[in-house]
């Protein structure tokens, strides 16, 4: 019964959800859309030319962004963009993408062949492993594609490039933060009006790489 009542009470927020509307209105595919549109905006990121590689892509929303902002004219994707999840993805012009569990190896090796020598300018997750309730076993699956996402990026990102996770407060967020001081210049918390306000999500911005000795 509260299970039911717990349902009915979520569809009831989705359907009236300014954010939902708004992505029906535009296009995207999910509300998430305008999780990235703040966080480009408010870093400044992602201009024509850049290559972008988007991890736990699925519905989309993230790709249709990046697409609309590198689009040039005819339509034509000035730049280049790489999506990835282990979900199945309706096709976006333009994007190249890859059904797989990015925590697999092979998934991975197949990753690095199709973005080969190119360095990418912006890496971007929005990745959350599927949550057991069980805290710390939670934490450790969360800090787990962080960290996949962060040794992706640091392999692949040119020295100035930028990456975005997406994290939770909480048990392992402290640890999540860290790793990226480490390897970043700049990191940034960021939580953008789309993120329900009950959500410990957050998402942690690294730009600049630091020079490993």
Known sequence: MA???????????????????????????????????????????????????????????????????????????????????????????????????????????????????????????DMAPNLSGVGVADSARVQHVCDLALEFACEHLKPDGALIVKAFHGSGFSQIVEAFKLRFKRVVERKPKASRLKSSETFLVGRGLKKQS
């Open 3 to 125: 299970k039911n009542k717990f349902s009915k009470e979520w569809v009831m927020q989705h359907i009236n959800d300014p954010y939902v509307k708004l992505a029906q209105q535009k296009g995207y595919r999910a509300r998430g859309a305008f999780k990235l549109i703040e966080i480009l905006d408010e870093e400044k990121l992602l201009k024509k030319g850049d290559v972008v590689v988007d991890l736990g892509a699925a519905p989309g929303s993230w790709c249709q962004v990046v697409r609309e902002r590198l689009v040039g004219p005819g339509g034509v994707v000035d730049g280049r963009i790489i999506g990835l999840d282990i979900l199945p993805m309706e096709p976006i012009a333009g994007v190249e993408f890859i059904q797989g569990d990015f925590r697999e190896d092979e998934v991975g090796e197949q990753l690095n062949a199709l973005v080969g020598d190119q360095v990418v300018d912006l890496v971007i997750s």
